[in-house]
Nanobody
Framework: QVQLVESGGELVQTGDSLRLSCAASGHTFSIYAVAWFRQAPGKEREFVAA????????MYADSLKGRFTISRDYAKNTVYLQMNSLKPEDTAVYYCAARSGLWSKKINNYNYWGQGTQVTVSS
């Protein structure tokens, strides 16, 4: 079992940057691949980015490449999502999720989820 807690979401303006954190507790976090998903009002949850258990491999949604960066700090049992040049369409609840094994873009492949953190980008 692993417990995930997201933080860092807030109201920002277009063009601002924001870093989200996903802190893990419980089972050894280093064996889990971790992903960020987001869900905007009235829309389905979508994949944002993922990082392998080793941290050596990352994957991003095509539309977000170059603006978002995922990373992890093993000493702090935390995964980060750095978001730059934010746009109003980035407004959503951001969730982190973990799974043992390879990272995946598929929601159903993740066993553990956080409660989400709200990011709102004003125009």
């Amino acid at each position: 079992q692993v417990q995930l807690v997201e933080s860092g979401g807030e109201l920002v303006q277009t063009g601002d940057s924001l870093r989200l954190s996903c802190a893990a507790s419980g089972h050894t976090f280093s064996i889990y691949a971790v992903a960020w998903f987001r869900q905007a009002p009235g829309k389905e949850r979508e994949f944002v980015a993922a990082i392998s258990a080793s941290g050596g491999s990352t994957m991003y949604a095509d539309s977000l490449k170059g603006r978002f960066t995922i990373s992890r700090d093993y000493a702090k049992n935390t995964v980060y999502l750095q978001m730059n040049s934010l746009k109003p369409e980035d407004t959503a609840v951001y969730y982190c999720a973990a799974r043992s094994g390879l990272w995946s873009k598929k929601i159903n492949n993740y066993n553990y989820w956080g409660q989400g953190t709200q990011v709102t980008v004003s125009s």
